[in-house]
């Protein structure tokens, strides 16, 4: 997934929970009974303070989501479900982390409050229960939170991966995930080193009107209002069926 976690911190650096409970006040219901959604929010917010590092008890990084993977059995590197949970609980202000303010949100919406709870959510994060629409959005989400600061674009060996892991299972073809990775892989075109949001969403678009081979046959170049990098895919294609003739 999304690149290595910040290295500029260690996890030694990371207080217990037991050292911030005693920190400011929290809202109603936080360390007695439930909260009018059903969970414990001081739960919910302990189990926060141990993904985050003690200089910034605010915010969870890429090593607090780490973190998080290892106490749910995910793999940050192949397990697309770990980008669904961080787009359901609603990391949206900054790319790479989840505000602390997002992830108590997130829970009360979700009602976790515990990784036994978190756990029990997994089966729900598959991305094939999502309609086109829904999938849409999580679709930009993860090119957005895989951003590096105030960058536009993600490298082209990011994408490679995000695109594995996003689109493997059927919501596009196989061929056509494929044929892109390995159109990108191989062009040494300095201008693809980079992609940009639009070009990342472009390529779901084409996806889903040209889905095989047959779509293909209609593509026009000439009248495409899809970015150029679409067009050098296409030629792409085209010349890789040629070589097989």
């Known amino acids: 997934m999304w690149g290595s976690p910040s290295t500029s911190s260690s ?5 217990g929970s037991s050292s911030r409970r005693g920190g ?59 980008l669904v949970l961080l787009w359901k609980l609603g990391a949206n202000k900054k790319p790479a982390e989840i505000q ?13 409050d515990s990784v036994d709870k978190f756990k ?11 309609d086109r629409e829904e999938f849409g959005d999580f679709y930009k989400f993860c090119f957005q939170f895989n951003r590096a600061g105030t960058h536009k674009t993600l490298e082209k060996d990011l994408v490679v991966a995000l695109l594995k892991m996003c689109l493997t299972g059927g919501r596009i073809s196989s061929h056509r995930l494929d044929t892109f990775c390995e159109f ?3 062009t040494n075109d300095p201008s693809y080193s980079k992609i940009t949001l639009d070009q990342w969403r472009s390529f779901l678009d084409f996806s889903y009107e040209y889905p095989d081979a047959k779509a293909l046959n209609g ?16 030629e792409f294609m085209e010349k890789s069926e040629n070589r097989k003739k």
Request: overall charge negative.
């Open 11 to 15: 996890s030694s650096r990371r207080k």
């Open 24 to 82: 400011g006040g929290s809202s109603s219901g936080a360390y007695g009974g439930a909260s009018a959604s059903g969970i414990n929010e001081g739960k919910a917010e302990r189990m926060f303070a141990e993904l985050c590092e003690e200089d910034n008890p605010d915010a969870a990084n890429m090593e607090g989501i780490c973190k998080l993977c290892e106490q749910l059995d995910l793999d940050p590197l192949e397990d697309v479900r770990v």
């Open 100 to 112: 602390k303010g997002e992830w108590i949100a997130g829970c009360h919406k979700l009602k976790l």
């Open 120 to 130: 029990k959510l997994l089966p729900s994060l598959d991305t094939g229960f999502m």
């Open 184 to 186: 990108l892989e191989t």
């Open 219 to 234: 593509y026009d170049e000439g009248m495409s209002a899809w970015p150029v990098l679409i067009d050098e895919y296409v």
